[in-house]
Nanobody, 122 residues
Framework: QLQLVESGVGLVQAGVSLILSCSAS????????MRWSRQGPGEQRDVVAV???????NYADSVKRRFTISRDSAKDTVHLQMNSLKPEDTAVYYC????????????????WGNGTLVTVSS
């Protein structure tokens, strides 16, 4: 079994900071990349940040210089530090991982967490 679990649900006021975490567990052989995506009310799900196995990061323009993605490879955990939060950051935030499993080492797979709600009030 393999799963991703997000934590850090929050109701915060605009301008404050919040950190989300996502831990992957199970029969993981290796993780190639981990991402945070979000889906606001009535919107499509969009990627906001990605970090590769080599530590390279990329961000959506809407969160650059406010959000920071980091990864603890030893724990298969990814974090999203969100600063200067805005009401438009309100969304369900999803973690996903591109990985290979020990039982299917030659296959690249993508797993998603169930999402965690972040609400930013003005």
């Amino acid at each position: 079994q393999l799963q991703l679990v997000e934590s850090g649900v929050g109701l915060v006021q605009a301008g404050v900071s919040l950190i989300l975490s996502c831990s992957a567990s199970g029969i993981i052989l290796s993780i190639n990349a981990m991402r945070w995506s979000r889906q606001g009310p009535g919107e499509q799900r969009d990627v906001v940040a990605v970090i590769t196995n080599g530590g390279r990061t990329n961000y959506a323009d809407s969160v650059k210089r406010r959000f920071t993605i980091s990864r603890d490879s030893a724990k298969d955990t990814v974090h999203l530090q969100m600063n200067s939060l805005k009401p438009e950051d309100t969304a369900v935030y999803y973690c996903n991982a591109e990985l290979s499993r020990r039982d299917y080492p030659s296959l690249d797979m993508t797993y998603w967490g169930n999402g965690t709600l972040v609400t930013v009030s003005s």
